[in-house]
């Protein structure tokens, strides 16, 4: 017997295909056009990997790291390996983040657009200066527990058991400090992340960076480089 429902059957499989094929098509790996050519200034320290254009800040970048692995890293370990830093400068972001798995970081390079959250350093510096304070950290936190996870799973198990042993109160806060240690302004002198520390005092900043569905509270941190850290 004929049914009414086949075709119909025939032709919505039809749609879906051509549906997930165009989705599939659409797919931007990495976000950026592929008519971007890129350059990279290497050293045995950092690969710092940026669009062509942008070598003033590729450089600069570069140059402040080897400053910090040269001399500013006594405090957590003197384990310095080499890091590759993207700079991404079209993006609606303000931010930077280091991971595992592969051993990266990424800086965002548009700049907050609020100078109370900005301050007075150079954005660039600014993200050199608090991200790699977060290369150092993963570089030195390879012991212990979290050394035998790298060697069974890799730079993910690394990650997986550091991030369970330290608290991202210590990461954010010690970023941080790094950073106005060694620049003369860091968010330790601005009164806006000053005043978000005072509404998340030590060790509950974890709500700052997290968010909490349950603690309802203003957004009062500065959004460059705490919410999606790591
Ligand atoms: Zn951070």
Redesign the pocket.
């Known amino acids: 017997m004929h049914n009414p429902f086949q075709h119909m059957r025939y032709y919505l499989c039809l749609a879906l295909a051509v549906s997930l094929a165009h989705t599939a098509g659409a797919q931007q790996f990495g976000g950026n056009r592929p008519s971007l050519k890129w350059r990279q200034v290497d050293s045995d320290t950092v690969r710092v990997i940026f669009p062509a254009g942008l070598e003033g800040q590729g450089k600069r970048v570069s140059d402040v790291i080897h400053n910090i692995a040269r001399s500013h890293t006594a405090t957590l370990g003197a384990n310095v390996r080499k890091v590759d830093i993207i700079l991404q400068h079209e993006t609606m972001q303000s931010n930077?983040?280091v991971q595992l798995g592969p051993f990266r970081s990424v800086f965002y390079l548009t700049p907050p657009p609020n100078s109370t959250d900005l301050g007075s350093l150079n954005w660039a510096d600014q993200l050199a200066l608090?991200?790699y304070?977060?290369v150092i950290q993963n570089n030195n936190f390879r012991k212990g527990v979290s050394k035998a996870g790298y060697y069974v799973f890799g730079e993910l198990g690394q990650a997986a058991l550091t991030n369970i042993a330290v608290p991202n109160w210590f990461?954010?806060g010690d970023?941080?400090v790094a950073e106005t240690a060694l620049s003369e302004q860091g968010r330790g002198r601005l009164p806006s992340f000053s005043m978000a520390s005072v509404r998340f005092p030590w060790p509950g900043s974890n709500t700052a960076i997290c968010r909490s569905v349950t603690d309802r509270s203003a957004n009062t941190c500065p959004t460059t480089?705490?919410p999606v850290?790591?």
């Open positions: 930077g983040f608090h991200e304070r977060h990461w954010e970023a941080v480089t705490r850290t790591s």
